[in-house]
């Protein structure tokens, strides 16, 4: 069974950094936020607003997978999932699932009910989005033109069951 780790340490910092890099997905500044949020939480703690679920290799010192979430400001029961991201070696073995179903549990717990999440709409997250859909997400808006000419933003939804376990 996958052991998850949720709070966050020092070293999770260049952690993130390298695992988000090392999928190939994100370009340097998503790399240096999604770092920097790492950060954000140690320095302001859970007013950070960012919640982690870390999955740690088991030899070494990096991160297999994590993820990066948090309650959306102004709403009762709706959470954004930031980021998501599994180890190119680790991918396609059950582990991103797992990794969301963690995340999912934890919001549930914590009163959520509504886990947002948005990507892009061009090819290149075509896998991004096949993985949602695989996970019961559902498209609920498509912001045409968000990005770019031609770029929309898609935003999925997941409705979660309240949860007291
Ligand atoms: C997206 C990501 C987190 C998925 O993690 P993963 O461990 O590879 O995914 P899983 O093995 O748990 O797959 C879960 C389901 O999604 C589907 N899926 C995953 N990757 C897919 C792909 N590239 N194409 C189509 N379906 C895919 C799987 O088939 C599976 O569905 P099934 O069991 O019903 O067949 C991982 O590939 C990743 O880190 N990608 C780069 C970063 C990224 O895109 N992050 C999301 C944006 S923040």
Redesign the pocket.
Known sequence: MTGFRTDAERADVARVERL?RV????NPDEVRIAAELVDERLTKGKASGYEFVFVDAPDGDELL?YSCYGPIDGTQRSWD????????H???????????RETERRIALAGGGLVW?E?GGKAL????R??????GYVEEARLRDFYAPGDAKVVYLREIAASSD
């Open positions: 988000t999928t190939g997905f994100f997978a999932l930031f980021w998501i991201a599994v180890q190119p680790a991918q396609g073995r059950g582990l991103g699932r797992e990794v969301l999440v990507t997250y075509q896998p991004t096949a993985f949602y859909e695989r996970c």
